[in-house]
């Protein structure tokens, strides 16, 4: 299985951005899937995370509504629209997949992910 992550880069302090990340190889449909973020010297932190249905979302705390996790099943492809974006927001940002048994579930924890995207870094600069 693959993943392709991309759409990170340089923005500024309350800008937006956009991730996509494109599955190949596993029934994309039956994955549930995450993002996550990590800096260097950092532990990787739960950044949201989407059912294989779409239905239900999750978000890290601190995310405060600036984030929206969504999918197309059609397409492979999960997104993360970011928008008001922080300097304390810049990291590399990985997405994962799982096996999801139910429509509804979805995961939170790194060690709960078996694929992983290569990550696309996001800088905000101030």
């Known amino acids: 299985v693959q993943l392709q992550a991309s759409g990170g880069g340089l923005v500024q302090d309350g800008g937006s951005l956009r991730l996509s990340c494109t599955v190949s190889g596993r029934t994309f449909s039956m994955q549930g899937m995450g993002w996550f973020r990590q800096v260097q010297g950092k532990e990787r932190v739960f950044v949201a995370a989407?059912?294989?249905?779409?239905?239900?979302?999750k978000y890290g705390d601190f995310v405060k509504g600036r984030f929206t996790i969504s999918r197309d099943n059609a397409k492979n492809t999960v997104w993360l629209q970011m928008n008001n974006l922080k300097p304390d927001d810049t990291a590399i940002y990985s997405c994962?997949?799982?096996?999801?048994?139910?429509?509804?579930?979805?995961?939170?924890?790194?060690?709960?992910?078996?694929?992983w995207g290569q990550g696309t870094l996001v800088t905000v600069s101030s």
């Open positions: 994962a997949a799982a096996t999801a048994f139910s429509i509804r579930q979805y995961y939170t924890e790194d060690h709960q992910y078996r694929d």
């Open positions: 989407i059912s294989r249905s779409g239905g239900v979302t």
